[in-house]
């Protein structure tokens, strides 16, 4: 079986050359075989507080709100991000179409596991969008951003509702609890991150500092062949 250092510091090498490939983990559970994003509201807010109090972290100091709309135009898939930024009450929406490139699902021995995946995003000039389109998936986010060794890497915290419509999305938010997700990603691509490291050591960062997240440094982790 391939290790999973293998797989990441593969993944690297790949960022390396084409900087436009987003790379990132995400902390769920694999059940079934099957990943499940998100992770229990006391386990988000004890890490997210750590990470918040943590010296070496520059923080937002606030949260974000946006919405993701999700659409199909001329047998493509897109994704429209509407943000509403408290700091400056303005509105601000992008469209890109994004590509899964690879995904692999790491099992451990601990409560989580985590899934290490990239992608890349191709941004759409607004004008060939119609102004009114038919989702079928409307995602609402409150999102917190922490950045590392100079905004190289960045974890993110969100609270997330999902439905097929604004109005329905919006009613969760209401009257449901949220998806609690935390994220690692790769940000360092334009910096000289790389020039410095082999694409195993930044692999082996990425992987600790993801492992880092669920607290036990010493677990055991491999990747899990049995995705469904």
């Not at 386990?43 to 100091?61: G, H, L, M, R, T």
């Not at 989702?135 to 409150?142: A, C, I, M, S, T």
Request: charged content about 30%; glycine content about 2%.
């Amino acid at each position: 079986m391939t290790s999973v250092l293998t797989i990441t510091s593969d993944m690297f090498s790949k960022v390396r050359k084409n900087k436009n490939i987003e790379l990132e983990s995400r902390i769920g559970k694999i059940i079934d075989g099957k990943f499940v994003n998100g992770v229990k509201q006391e386990f988000f807010e004890e890490v997210y507080n750590e990470i918040k109090n943590c010296a070496d972290v520059v923080s937002d100091d606030h949260w974000i709100e946006q919405m993701d709309v999700f659409f199909k135009h001329n047998k493509n898939n897109y994704r429209t991000r509407v943000t509403y930024p408290n700091t400056t009450m303005i509105i601000n929406s992008e469209t890109i179409i994004k590509t899964r490139l690879e995904t692999y699902d790491v099992e451990t021995d601990n409560e989580y596991q985590f899934r290490i995946s990239t992608s890349l995003e191709e941004d759409v000039n607004s004008s060939i969008i119609p102004t009114l389109v038919d989702p079928y998936f409307v995602r609402l986010k409150h999102i917190s951003h922490h950045y590392l060794s100079n905004n190289d890497w960045c974890v993110t915290f969100t609270k997330t509702w999902g439905a097929n419509s604004r109005t329905e999305v919006e009613k969760k938010q209401h009257n449901e609890v949220p998806c609690y997700e935390i994220e690692c990603e790769f940000l360092g691509c334009n910096s000289t991150y790389l020039q410095k490291r082999t694409d195993n050591s930044a692999a082996e960062s990425f992987l600790m500092k993801t492992i880092d997240i669920i607290g036990f440094p010493d677990m055991k982790y491999w990747i899990n062949d049995k995705k469904k």
